[in-house]
């Protein structure tokens, strides 16, 4: 299942899952400290980071603001 970590609250991501369900995960379940904003893949209780979509989904988040901008 696909995650994005949308907030870290104690020992927990809080993770907006397929569907658009939200989910506690225990940082625990993943192989480093996620960050606000990260993909990830879940399953059998392990998270594992997906940084390459993340950064082209942060790259075309900014270019969507940047043209944003523009257009005022």
Same mark, same amino acid.
């Not at 870290?8 to 606000?36: H, T, W, Y």
């Given at each position: $299942?696909?995650?994005? !970590? ?15 369900? $939200? &989910?506690?995960?225990? +940082? %625990?379940?993943?192989?480093? &400290?996620?960050? =606000?904003?990260?993909?990830? =893949? ?5 998270? !594992? +980071? ?11 988040? &900014? %270019? +969507?603001?940047?043209? +944003?901008?523009?257009?005022?």
């Amino acid at each position: $299942m696909k995650g994005t !970590v949308d907030r870290i609250e104690e020992n927990f991501a809080v993770c907006e899952m397929e569907g658009r369900v $939200m &989910q506690n995960i225990p +940082l %625990s379940a993943f192989p480093e &400290q996620p960050k =606000d904003g990260d993909l990830f =893949d879940y399953e059998n209780g392990i998270a !594992v +980071l997906r940084p390459t979509e993340t950064a082209e989904r942060k790259e075309e988040i &900014q %270019s +969507l603001f940047e043209r +944003l901008k523009k257009k005022k």
